[in-house]
């Protein structure tokens, strides 16, 4: 899924529940320079390279990387 695909209250949402995670020890998914050490930071490394596994629910279809799926069922992209 893009990121402009995303909310700017999606956005903030999977990097905040993302870096929480990381504060509590989730392992990071990707190589952070030594100087960044805020979990929001991290966090923030993390969406944009794609690789953050959350899924975004709205309404009666649910939004993921890999594209739309129906609450009922089906893939769409």
Same mark, same amino acid.
């Given at each position: 899924?893009?990121?402009?695909?995303?909310?700017?209250?999606?956005?903030?949402? /999977?990097?905040? *529940?993302?870096?929480?995670?990381?504060?509590?020890?989730? %392992? @990071?998914? $990707?190589?952070?320079?030594?100087? &960044?050490?805020?979990? /929001?930071?991290? *966090?923030?490394?993390?969406?944009?390279?794609?690789?953050? %596994? @959350?899924? $975004?629910?709205?309404?009666?279809? &649910?939004?993921?990387?890999?594209?739309?799926?129906?609450?009922?069922?089906?893939?769409?992209?």
């Amino acid at each position: 899924m893009k990121h402009s695909d995303y909310t700017r209250f999606e956005r903030a949402r /999977i990097i905040g *529940a993302r870096a929480l995670q990381i504060t509590m020890g989730a %392992p @990071i998914l $990707v190589v952070v320079p030594k100087d &960044i050490i805020d979990p /929001i930071m991290i *966090a923030t490394l993390e969406y944009q390279k794609n690789v953050i %596994p @959350i899924t $975004v629910m709205r309404d009666d279809r &649910i939004v993921s990387r890999g594209g739309v799926e129906s609450a009922r069922g089906g893939v769409s992209k």
